[in-house]
């Protein structure tokens, strides 16, 4: 597409030039806007308009949309005094006539040092609120009261993978059975960066139980490339009869340091035939240049991604038809972070994928760092194919003047902003 597209502009750009040379004009672009890119010159923003969005207005835009956050019933927090901890939800699957979720839970008698105290982390204190942590699970009849069940993937002794924290599961149901994949974490978080390879339990039954199988499912990169230290956030979704996982890494950080102190996040892919692997990494890797979690759902013959919080095209949807070469398909406002989408058609194998209209995702450090801990919620939106709500198609949200009072200037912004007014 992209090609095509500059030499349709080229041609376009000297079309105009010579009737603009011969005296002609090329006329106003009109006041009803073209449904279709019109056979006429256009900038490279208007061609863009047309060529990168799924409509040309953006409430038709199919992968446009607002998000709507609802608080869960049925999770308690131990007084949100920072002990008791859920995050990075898995995708939702529907079984047994209910909904199904897994998600990191800490439950630790401290609040998390944070990850540059890592050594001062014990058996008992964590470094961050990820760390010491078990997969649990939850059901829901609704999606809005939750019913917590129990541990699904327990911290293995060491020194199995995982034996200091299994963390950030996602969900796959293949041939009949169900795989959780998972961080496994070996040193507190923090003391290695925050580093970890991809683990995996086997189940019969979304109830369990699960067997952990001990090794290394999707292997970090080997030192020196971009995925050498973290495989986060493992995504499988079923596609051409394989297992198209997605992952994130975090790399080119340098803690402490004063140009690379935070890391760049980017995704990658690994494909393979079975649950178990082996995994093959995309040769195009990193295929998304932005995105704290990993978040993709089937969309017609391609798939979208939500690319949250990090990176110059955060906050943006984006969409890949070959599953691969992603483009930008909607810039969006109070993204989920770390959502994890009920996903109707993510197993199976579908060549025209409906899209999703609900998850649950996390606010993490809620109330402030002293009392670290995430908290999960319900959000909705309209990216699908079989919903057309208006109201998730606003252009923007009105947010209060307070709301923006809130993120105002820090002390030192103010010493600076003095400083050079009144030179
Ligand atoms: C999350 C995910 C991974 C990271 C940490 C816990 O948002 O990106 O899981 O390791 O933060």
């Given amino acids: 597409m992209q090609q095509n597209r500059f030499t349709w502009l080229g041609l376009s750009l000297m079309a105009a030039s010579y009737s603009l040379m011969a005296g002609q004009t090329i006329g106003a672009f009109p006041y009803d806007m073209p449904a279709e890119k019109p056979a006429r010159p256009l900038s490279e923003a208007v061609a863009r308009n047309y060529d990168n969005y799924m409509s040309p207005r953006q409430e038709k835009n199919e992968l446009y949309s607002l998000f709507k956050y609802t608080k869960l019933k049925g999770f308690d927090y131990n007084g949100e005094d920072g002990t008791v901890s859920r995050r990075d939800p898995s995708k939702i699957i529907k079984e047994n006539g209910q909904y199904y979720i897994w998600y990191t839970k800490r439950h630790t008698?401290?609040?998390?040092?944070g990850l540059s105290n890592a050594h001062l982390a014990s058996d008992e204190i964590p470094s961050a609120d990820w760390d010491l942590a078990d997969i649990w699970y939850a059901t829901s009849k609704d999606g809005f009261t939750w019913q917590e069940q129990g541990v699904a993937v327990p911290r293995p002794p060491k020194p199995q993978i995982g034996?200091?924290?299994?963390a950030t599961p996602d969900i796959l149901k293949w041939k009949g059975k169900y795989?959780?994949?998972?961080?496994?974490?070996n040193a507190p978080s923090g003391l290695t960066d925050n580093d970890c390879p991809v683990a995996v339990s086997v189940a019969e039954s979304p109830d369990g139980p699960w067997k952990a199988i001990n090794?290394?499912?999707?292997p970090n990169g080997k030192k020196g490339e971009w995925d050498q230290n973290s495989?986060?956030?493992?995504?499988p979704i079923v596609h051409n009869g394989k297992i198209y996982l997605y992952y994130k890494?975090?790399?080119?950080?340098?803690?402490?340091?004063?140009?690379r102190p935070q890391a760049v996040r980017m995704q990658g892919l690994a494909i393979a035939d079975n649950p178990l692997g082996p995994f093959k990494k995309h040769p195009l890797n990193p295929v998304l240049n932005s995105g704290h979690e990993t978040s993709l759902f089937p969309f017609k013959e391609g798939v979208a991604a939500l690319i949250i919080r990090d990176g110059n095209e955060r906050s943006t949807?984006?969409?890949a038809e070959d599953w691969v070469n992603f483009n930008i398909a909607s810039v969006v406002e109070l993204m989920p972070n770390a959502a994890g989408f009920y996903v109707p058609d993510a197993f199976t194998d579908t060549k025209y994928g409906r899209g999703v209209t609900w998850g649950l995702s996390h606010f993490t450090a809620v109330n402030g760092w002293d009392t670290n801990h995430s908290q999960l919620t319900r959000f909705d939106t309209d990216l699908s194919l079989d919903l057309h709500d208006p109201e998730m198609k606003k252009h923007n949200y009105k947010y209060s003047p307070e709301h923006h009072y809130k993120f105002g200037l820090s002390a030192k912004q103010k010493e600076r902003i003095k400083n050079q007014n009144y030179k």
């Fill in 109 to 113: 008698k401290a609040v998390p040092v």
């Fill in 163 to 166: 034996w200091r924290s299994v």
């Fill in 179 to 185: 795989y959780l994949y998972y961080q496994g974490f």
């Fill in 215 to 218: 090794k290394v499912i999707i």
């Fill in 231 to 235: 495989i986060h956030d493992p995504h």
């Fill in 249 to 259: 890494a975090d790399f080119d950080r340098i803690r402490g340091s004063k140009d």
């Fill in 317 to 319: 949807i984006q969409y």
